[in-house]
């Protein structure tokens, strides 16, 4: 590979994606030579993280669903023209909170607008950039939600956390839908379990995948 390796990590709300992100790092840097760069979306640069800020302030309620999925998508090219493509360039392992899936599952499937019509904007925005690999923590969306009830003392809630169950349980099977058609890029993750034995299993699948870069 001529370039570094792209690894997206993907799950409902209340999945644990952070947690694991910050458990499975260490482990990535103690196997790897290669420079790992942590990122997450919306975010990871400062414009970017401002139209995070738009997207998920909770005062937000009248915001159409179709500007939801373009802000996503803007906020999506910059960080990768910014901060992701020149990452991979220099060969790095990129690790980054939530990708291209998260529209297709939120705003295409939660939304209801459309998956179709979320890949089209995000292929624009992209042009072409897949990630090498996608961890896909799933949980039912009872758990999510339950997991996310119990942390609004010590965690952001956004705007999203405080949709319905239905909402939730409609996002979920959007990435259901992705994981049976992606079978190849998208490995899926009990998240129920231990914040440790997902980071395990994750790890250990990352080390089968990717061999030249992390061992």
Request: with cysteine; proline share 4%; net charge negative.
């Amino acid at each position: 590979m001529d370039r570094g390796i792209f690894i997206t990590v993907e799950g409902p709300d209340g999945a644990g994606k952070t947690s694991l992100i910050q458990a499975l790092a260490p482990m990535i840097e103690k196997a790897t030579q290669h420079e790992l760069v942590l990122t997450r979306e919306p975010g990871g640069i400062p414009i970017a993280e401002k139209i995070r800020t738009i997207i998920l302030d909770p005062k937000h309620t009248e915001m159409d669903e179709r500007t939801e999925a373009l802000l996503y998508a803007a906020a999506r090219r910059q960080h990768l023209v910014e901060k992701v493509i020149p990452a991979l360039d220099r060969k790095a392992i990129v690790l980054c909170d939530r990708f291209v899936d998260s529209s297709l599952a939120y705003q295409g499937a939660g939304r209801e607008i459309g998956m179709a019509e979320i890949a089209s904007i995000n292929e624009f925005a992209c042009d072409g950039l897949r990630p090498d690999v996608t961890l896909y923590i799933d949980v039912e969306s009872e758990l999510g939600l339950e997991r996310i009830a119990k942390g609004r003392k010590t965690t952001e809630v956004d705007r999203l956390d405080n949709e319905a169950l239905d909402f939730h349980k409609k996002v979920r099977t959007g990435y259901l839908e992705l994981v049976k058609a992606n079978p190849d890029r998208i490995l899926t993750i009990d998240g129920s379990v231990s914040i440790e034995e997902v980071a395990n299993t994750c790890f250990n699948r990352l080390k089968e995948r990717f061999p030249e870069f992390i061992n």
